[in-house]
């Protein structure tokens, strides 16, 4: 993969000397470790099942639809395979139905995607997984992020990243793209690092730094 994958404890390293609002973070939060999962079809739909939902119902509504698929897993034919209506029945909304039915037939008519995707930059992988409909910005980067372990991707339109920030760099810290920049620009290399500390750091109920 043309920009490395991500080692957790350079990445520590470097941001706790970058930034002190990283360094307080990392102080007052469970000792940091990164899930990661396979880079896979099965990763794109957890994704789009999570888009704009809590992590409960969005694991909820994942685990019907595996249920529901059977022994054969969640898989581009397993999708094609059934209706609509079940995959609507398993809790997914009918533009996420959608979603899920294009990004199967995408899958079918290009099966070496993901192989080729590994090869690539994080910005070709980017561009490369908003062309298939229901992948935007926000679910691109969290698949480059979390299953393709590039190092240096800032999640942006995350919700829960922006809070944080707005939080501990004052408000109004993420209103413009000059002022967001002032902040990130000193994470890089290991911008994918920083918004998990983010991540972290809200899961543990933004403990005063």
Same mark, same amino acid.
């Given at each position: ?11 520590? !390293? ?12 990392? !102080? ?182």
């Amino acid at each position: 993969m043309g920009n490395g994958q991500l080692d957790l404890d350079k990445a520590l !390293k470097y941001l706790v000397r970058a930034d002190p609002v990283l360094k307080s973070i990392v !102080k007052v939060i469970p000792k940091l470790t990164f899930s990661y999962r396979e880079p896979n079809f099965e990763g794109l739909v957890r994704i789009i099942i999570n888009q704009q939902l809590s992590g409960a119902a969005s694991r909820t509504i994942f685990s019907r639809l595996k249920n529901t698929l059977g022994e054969n897993g969640i898989s581009p034919n397993a999708i094609s395979s059934v209706s609509s209506a079940v995959l609507r029945g398993c809790g997914i909304s009918r533009s996420k139905t959608v979603y899920l039915q294009g990004l199967s037939k995408f899958f079918i008519e290009n099966s070496e995607f993901l192989n080729e995707l590994k090869q690539k930059d994080s910005e070709s992988v980017i561009e490369e997984l908003k062309r298939i409909q229901g992948i935007g910005e926000w679910s691109s980067r969290i698949f480059a992020l979390f299953y393709l372990r590039h190092p240096d991707i800032f999640a942006v339109e995350d919700t829960s990243v922006y809070k944080a920030i707005e939080k501990l760099y004052g408000e109004g810290s993420t209103s413009t793209q000059n002022s967001l920049d002032q902040i990130t620009n000193k994470w890089v290399p290991f911008r994918s690092t920083a918004c998990v500390l983010f991540w972290r750091w809200i899961d543990f109920g933004m403990p005063d730094l």
